[in-house]
């Protein structure tokens, strides 16, 4: 019980701030898990394994391949979409969106202690997410993002009126770079969630690292 | 305690004869529970549902759907791959291949009163895949197949020579139908795994009892 109420404390104070989305198209495979640990020593604080049309064996190898690395840095790595890669890889999360498994069915099967992060465009859908054991919510796409060509688009002033609708952190995502984080000012935002600005730059530690100081600006 | 023999010995008697596997390029998902529903009627034994490229949630609900059916006429529904939607939907068990969760894993993740399955195509994999907690085996291709391209051509032989090898059920697939099932006479199979020819057909409840027929002849 001690222990459990502690892991679930640590994960109440997952720090959001900086969140990292892996993209296979903008870093290869092979690249991956350096990348990532660039971005650790950048200063991420959240790693989200994204993956689509691999096959499962790939995807769970991945996942505890980057695991070794969140592990030691100790930062959590959440999966996306793929409950049972989660739970095969002992990865610390699931993020779900809304074409995902239900958030309440997750919830349910990844347990109390795994941290549960939903996608969500409107408030209604932010509220649903948090009823049903949501622990964040990644909101977006809020600027025009070329990695994930079925982002809905979600404005400035709804991303600020979901942040104030619920009590579980807030994760801005889509299209998030150094040269518009400003436009985020006034929002109240947990964390920026970024695929491009990191997996698809030279300087992974440094493109981390400029995020991170940019975040730090409009807090 | 009896429950959960009572659980298990329903499995160990599976009857792995008529084992239907859908696919949505032969048999569209609009038409789908219908196409099961005859396949049912027409004597089919376990249903897989295969699904590759749909979203999550859209995999989910269709297993949902195939379920209630399933449950009806006390058959067993396997989810192919996607451990997460066997779990979510309830289904009776998992059939893994290859480039899946290993096996062993997977039998983990599900416990011991779920069927599982694993795909191989030599000795050392089926041993390996009994050792590791399969329920069956499904071998094969055995014959030519349109629906899985990649699918390794086993021989009849070797056919033979894996059920010789392993205690478990061993079924046979890949271009099974009732023209070339003579061929597979004296391989002591337990049963015959079909997709085209009772997903690409017309009348799939005649499809499956002519499929059963043939099996019967040749056991």
């Known amino acids: ?24 198209f903008l870093c290869p495979p092979a690249k991956m898990t350096e990348t990532i640990q660039a971005s650790i020593l950048g200063g991420a604080t ?9 096959d499962s ?15 030691k840095y100790e930062i959590p790595l959440i999966i ?11 990865a610390d999360g699931l993020h779900v969106g809304q074409s995902d498994l239900p958030a309440a069915v997750a919830r349910k099967l990844i347990g109390p202690d795994k941290i549960l992060g939903v ?26 993002t070329s990695t994930k060509n079925d982002a809905a688009f979600v404005s400035i002033q709804t991303l600020k009126e979901i942040k104030n609708a619920v009590q579980i952190p807030v994760v801005a995502i889509g299209g998030i770079s150094k040269g518009n984080m400003a436009r985020l000012s006034g929002t109240n935002i ?16 440094k493109a981390t690292e400029e995020i991170k100081s940019a975040f730090k600006m409009i807090k």
């Open 46 to 54: 959240v790693i989200q394994l994204r993956e689509k049309n691999v």
């Open 1 to 24: 019980m001690f222990l459990k109420n502690k892991q679930k404390n640590k994960q109440k104070n997952t720090d959001y701030s900086v969140y990292i989305v892996t993209d296979r």
């Open 119 to 144: 996608s969500v465009t409107t408030i209604p859908e932010a509220k649903a997410a948090e009823a049903d054991g949501a622990d964040y919510l990644g909101v977006g796409a809020i600027f025009s």
């Open 80 to 90: 996306n979409d793929r409950l049972d890669i989660m739970l095969a890889s002992g």
């Open 57 to 71: 064996l790939t995807f769970y190898k991945m996942a505890q391949e980057i695991l070794e690395w969140t592990k």
């Open 190 to 205: 947990d964390g920026v969630a970024v695929v491009s600005a990191v997996m698809g730059s030279a300087d992974p530690e």
